[in-house]
């Protein structure tokens, strides 16, 4: 007896487990935030990073930010459309770790600097097109970073990499924060576009990315 309660259970739950599986979603179904495509994002690394009018932080108004590092011990982007101008290379040696050059006539050409966020003000990191490395260079899905004197100067001289964009500070979060500040629609998220970084006009790259953002707010 004892045997064929046992075989009558389990075909009871095989039978309610292939009939669950062939329900479809109803039309009203709200698919969770980090769903694109038939995927969940575990990570933003190497996203856009989009401020939305729920953003309370007056610094990252209307901010697109290129997101580096994202996993459990937090996250790190750059700001990639709040310029503050031409700086002199000469004033930007004295932020790099290494401050000997022997060209001194450069000292007087000015790069375009822009700001990356509010973390490490003084740091210096250029992102820049995959056609230039060197020993600082660092590798992301479609550019590269570099954090050195070298390169500043390789720009200057018009011998770097053929695309760049100098930034002074970083965003950063820490653990579960940026999680916590998307599910408030602080934030939303596109897919990342060189074009957009390097090219396009900065008053524009905010309107840009977000009409490609993917979240549903």
Same mark, same amino acid.
């Given at each position: 007896?004892?045997?064929?309660?046992?075989?009558?259970?389990?075909?009871? #739950?095989?039978?309610?487990?292939?009939?669950? &599986?062939?329900?479809? %979603?109803?039309? /009203?179904? @709200?698919?969770? *935030? $980090? !769903?694109?495509?038939?995927?969940?994002?575990?990570?933003?690394?190497?996203?856009?990073?989009?401020?939305?009018?729920?953003?309370?932080?007056?610094?990252?108004?209307?901010?697109?930010?290129?997101?580096?590092?994202?996993?459990?011990?937090?996250?790190?982007?750059?700001?990639?459309?709040?310029?503050?101008?031409?700086?002199?290379?000469?004033?930007?040696?004295?932020?790099?770790?290494?401050?000997?050059?022997?060209?001194?006539?450069?000292?007087?050409?000015?790069?375009? #600097?822009?700001?990356?966020?509010?973390?490490? &003000?003084?740091?210096? %990191?250029?992102? /820049?097109? @995959?056609?230039? *490395? $060197? !020993?600082?260079?660092?590798?992301?899905?479609?550019?590269?970073?570099?954090?050195?004197?070298?390169?500043?100067?390789?720009?200057?001289?018009?011998?770097?990499?053929?695309?760049?964009?100098?930034?002074?500070?970083?965003?950063?979060?820490?653990?579960?924060?940026?999680?916590?500040?998307?599910?408030?629609?602080?934030?939303?998220?596109?897919?990342?576009?060189?074009?957009?970084?390097?090219?396009?006009?900065?008053?524009?790259?905010?309107?840009?990315?977000?009409?490609?953002?993917?979240?549903?707010?």
């Amino acid at each position: 007896m004892k045997k064929l309660l046992v075989i009558f259970f389990v075909v009871v #739950v095989t039978n309610i487990s292939f009939s669950a &599986k062939s329900i479809d %979603l109803p039309k /009203h179904y @709200k698919f969770p *935030k $980090n !769903y694109f495509e038939g995927k969940h994002y575990d990570s933003v690394k190497d996203f856009f990073l989009i401020a939305t009018e729920k953003i309370r932080d007056s610094r990252f108004e209307k901010t697109v930010i290129l997101m580096l590092e994202h996993d459990d011990g937090g996250a790190l982007g750059i700001v990639v459309n709040k310029p503050l101008g031409k700086i002199k290379l000469g004033s930007l040696i004295s932020k790099v770790e290494d401050s000997s050059i022997n060209k001194k006539e450069l000292y007087d050409f000015q790069i375009p #600097v822009y700001w990356g966020g509010p973390v490490d &003000k003084n740091k210096i %990191l250029i992102l /820049h097109s @995959k056609d230039y *490395k $060197n !020993y600082s260079t660092k590798q992301y899905d479609k550019l590269s970073t570099s954090n050195d004197l070298e390169t500043l100067v390789k720009i200057a001289e018009k011998k770097g990499p053929r695309k760049s964009l100098v930034v002074l500070g970083l965003s950063a979060w820490n653990t579960g924060q940026l999680d916590g500040e998307i599910e408030m629609e602080r934030w939303t998220l596109s897919e990342s576009d060189i074009e957009l970084i390097f090219d396009a006009e900065d008053k524009k790259k905010w309107q840009k990315a977000i009409k490609s953002s993917f979240i549903r707010l």
